[in-house]
């Protein structure tokens, strides 16, 4: 009888042993469960992150050969180059598409010469209220000019420091399109919607209508938009067959002329891989002599991905 208790006993006491050490074995299961699953994790955010590293520097050397097929244009005669308005022109290396965009900076508003009534005419679609774009137009020409006198309706120290600015305007010109963000009444939405047609580079008061997009043709004297977008189609289609260029169809004097024109220009170079590589360089060119000076310009904006073009038209190859 005894004996039997003492074996029933180190029956119980072996099945609760069994049952703590079957509990830790699938505790350790669980917790190497665990492991393996967050090294499998960590392998395949490796493997991403590796890919994503190739796929970024694929692209940015796509991006980069962007720009040297402008240069190649630029290099052309005018039977084989590209016309400098904007058009998009792509093409597919590998898995890489390339997009690149070509601006000659004459086409555009240069910011330290342009007028007053180019400026608002600019402005209009953006700002449609009168004394708003007045007062805008006024304060970009008290930043740019070196007095301190105020214009009507514009901003000199006083204003800004009424607006809780912590200085006054420039007093000199634009530097870049984009200290316009400095000048007091312009916000972010205007300038995304303008700066793109804006420049510093070309110096002078007048635009060149054959490189101009078509909010900058908009700006003259006498514009209209189904005029302006004939003249567009048609200038880029006598280009395309290497026919004479077409005249203005409207009188845009005295703000037309090609002063400057084939000097300063804007690439813009994209390079895509599906889908969620994207890398967008922009260059500022100068073709002076043999050898075209290049820089790699920062963004109109800080992340901004989307500087707006005026082309349709593409070479696809």
Do not use: C
């Amino acid at each position: 009888m005894a004996y039997g208790r003492i074996e029933r006993g180190i029956g119980s006491a072996l099945s609760s042993q069994r049952g703590v050490v079957l509990i830790t074995v699938l505790w350790v299961l669980i917790l190497l469960s665990l492991i393996a699953g967050n090294l499998s994790l960590a392998g395949r955010g490796f493997a991403r992150q590796t890919q994503n590293i190739e796929q970024s520097t694929i692209a940015t050397q796509a991006a980069n050969g962007g720009l040297v097929w402008a240069l190649w244009s630029l290099q052309q005669d005018e039977q084989n180059s590209w016309l400098a308005d904007g058009s998009a022109h792509r093409m597919k290396l590998g898995e890489v598409w390339v997009n690149v965009e070509l601006y000659d900076e004459s086409g555009k508003l240069d910011l330290n010469a342009a007028p007053t009534e180019l400026l608002d005419a600019l402005l209009k679609p953006v700002v449609e209220e009168d004394g708003r774009r007045a007062a805008l137009v006024a304060a970009i020409e008290d930043w740019r000019d070196e007095d301190d006198l105020i214009r009507l309706n514009g901003a000199e120290e006083e204003e800004y420091l009424a607006a809780g600015r912590k200085q006054g305007p420039a007093n000199r010109s634009f530097e870049s399109v984009r200290e316009l963000l400095s000048v007091l009444g312009m916000d972010l939405e205007i300038y995304r919607q303008v700066s793109s047609n804006l420049t510093v580079r070309s110096g002078v008061r007048s635009i060149n209508p054959v490189v101009a997009s078509f909010e900058v043709l908009m700006t003259l004297p006498n514009a209209s938009e189904g005029v302006v977008q004939g003249y567009i189609d048609d200038r880029r289609s006598a280009w395309s067959n290497r026919l004479p260029m077409p005249e203005l169809p409207f009188d845009g004097a005295p703000y037309v002329s090609d002063t400057r024109s084939g000097i300063f220009f804007t690439a813009i170079s994209s390079a895509t891989i599906e889908p969620y590589t994207r890398i967008r360089n922009i260059y500022e060119i100068t073709r002076r002599g043999q050898v075209p000076s290049v820089e790699l310009a920062p963004p109109l904006l800080d992340g901004d991905m989307s500087q707006p073009g005026s082309g349709e038209s593409s070479d696809e190859k």
